[in-house]
């Protein structure tokens, strides 16, 4: 029986039929409640926060949804977690209970009433259920999550995990939806987003934008910024343009120097360079000829020049990547197995492997311009030691689904997660986390070398020797060569210096400034 009573009624979203132009009338007054941003993305993938895994959606989504704790705004590092939805936590000496108490303020969009335990309850069971959920694999230690009160959950855990309070905050799993919104939508839901955030879906035009208007039950108060204009808009140039124009307020940007530093030049504007970096990655599909032979995979790494990449984007938006797990995430180690660049070495590797005459393999890669300008550059890498990478270039949701059936040879796949290395071992390097095995999320190279560590890791109460596991880890994946990382790109983000977030900008989980209720134009 739910705690609180509540209905079934769907605010329908206010169907405005705006469009560009409409939406170019409107920048006359974004200066006082109307926030217009520009997004590298051709469109929005699945609005669903339990499923959506693309750059684009993740700032989005983190407008509208709340997670038990949050980092705080302008920060990502997990020393600035606080309370969200939760106002406070116990937890046992062993670590394996969690007792969160929720406030009692919290209301769902639209008439979905006031969010309780029941709905924490359902949210996270559905985070953890791996036909709901993209993130299934960061619950599997979780062995029950009940509502012990009208407003108090209680988790219980099969082992310790490096970092429970990372699980909760509002990133993929841990986005907090509501029952009765997601039982009454269905499939809709991921086209209708519904959460407790500051912000409420309100419109999605396809290819165009998303638009979120102000929600006035927000628990923290009502937002100073009324309405927000998600713009798609994948060129470069146009998206340069429609900034410099005022068209729109805040700009994704593009991922190399050359942008930072020509954005910088215009009057009037903010220019942030986040962390998290993405780590660039390129992953070598083990399973398949002729990457099945490890002579093949370490030509491949000899073929990369990281000096040439990271000079390619720029010294100020990226940093060279040496190891499998980001530089600054707890447990990265650079004391792994290296692969000096070498053509001479790449040929003399093929030419053993048999291939005298060099090999070609296949890429399945994203249409976005930052992540496309750096895979070609990763192609003429390789050209030059005879490895011959044909790129098949596809919409970026599109991407993600067809890398997720394994259907590419070499996956260039380009995340942050959580700062501690047990997330980017488990999701990228863990055997459970292979396509199309029932808990799959990114394991495209077949990695499972350093299965063991990675599980012990986990459990291992002592932080010394969990290092250990977590280094042992990483110099396994590097000598078999699962997969060549490349470098972290820094976030890159621009606005108007008459928006003021509120708070200083470092960094960002969710890949974008946040946009909260303090959030407002100065002008």
């Given at each position: ?57 993740k ?14 705004p ?34 769902c969009?639209?008439d979905y ?18 036909e ?16 012990t ?23 993929h ?57 998600y ?5 470069d ?52 000829p ?43 180690t ?7 660049f ?128 977590w ?10 060569v ?32 946040a ?9």
């Amino acid at each position: 029986m739910r705690y609180s009573g509540k209905t079934s009624i769907f605010l329908t979203a206010t169907a405005l039929g705006l469009g560009a132009a409409a939406m170019a009338g409107s920048v006359a007054n974004a200066q006082q409640t109307t926030l217009n941003i520009g997004m590298a993305s051709a469109d929005a993938g699945k609005l669903d926060p339990h499923i959506a895994t693309t750059t684009p959606d993740k700032g989005l989504l983190h407008w509208m949804f709340n997670g038990l704790v949050r980092i705080k705004p302008g920060e990502a590092s997990p020393a600035f977690i606080e309370a969200d939805i939760a106002s406070s936590w116990t937890t046992s000496d062993d670590g394996l209970t969690w007792v969160f108490t929720l406030r009692d303020d919290v209301e769902c969009h639209g008439d979905y009433g006031n969010l309780d335990a029941e709905d924490v309850v359902f949210s996270l069971n559905r985070a953890a259920n791996t036909e709901q959920s993209s993130f299934s694999g960061d619950f599997a230690a979780f062995q029950s999550i009940e509502a012990t009160g009208p407003y108090e959950v209680t988790i219980t855990l099969a082992n310790p995990i490096p970092s429970l309070l990372g699980t909760l905050v509002p990133y993929h799993g841990g986005n907090i939806v509501c029952q009765d919104a997601v039982e009454a939508l269905g499939e809709g839901f991921e086209r209708t987003p519904i959460g407790t955030g500051p912000f409420m879906f309100a419109e999605y035009q396809p290819q165009q934008y998303v638009k979120l208007v102000a929600n006035p039950e927000y628990f923290r108060g009502e937002p100073a910024i009324k309405e927000i204009f998600y713009r798609y808009i994948p060129s470069d140039a146009s998206r340069d343009l429609a900034f410099q124009t005022g068209e729109i307020d805040m700009i994704y940007g593009r991922q190399d120097q050359t942008w930072v530093e020509r954005i910088r030049e215009l009057p009037g504007t903010n220019v942030a360079i986040m962390s998290p970096g993405e780590m660039s990655v390129i992953s070598l599909n083990k399973t398949m000829p002729p990457l099945d032979d490890i002579r093949v995979r370490q030509a491949v790494a000899h073929a990369m020049d990281r000096q040439t990449m990271v000079a390619f984007k720029g010294q100020d938006v990226t940093l060279p990547a040496i190891s499998v797990v980001p530089e600054g995430y707890l447990g990265h180690t650079d004391d792994v197995p290296t692969y000096e660049f070498s053509i001479e070495k790449a040929k003399a590797l093929l030419t053993e492997a048999g291939y005298p005459d060099g090999v070609t393999l296949n890429a399945i890669h994203t249409s976005l311009p930052g992540m496309l300008s750096t895979m070609e550059a990763v192609q003429s890498l390789l050209r030059d030691a005879d490895i011959n990478l044909e790129i098949q270039v596809v919409e970026h949701a599109t991407f993600h689904e067809q890398i997720r059936q394994d259907l590419s040879q070499v996956t260039h796949y380009s995340a942050a997660r959580f700062p501690v290395a047990d997330t980017y071992l488990t999701q990228f390097f863990h055997s459970d986390a292979i396509p199309l095995k029932p808990n799959a999320v990114t394991n495209f190279s077949h990695c499972d070398v350093a299965d063991a560590e990675i599980t012990a890791a986990r459990t291992e109460p002592d932080p010394a020797k969990q290092l250990e596991l977590w280094a042992t880890a990483q110099q396994k994946i590097a000598a078999d060569v699962c997969a060549v990382p490349i470098y972290q790109n820094l976030q890159l983000w621009a606005w108007k210096d008459t928006l003021d977030l509120g708070f200083e900008v470092n960094g960002s989980l969710n890949l974008s400034p946040a946009i909260t209720e303090i959030s407002k134009f100065t002008e």
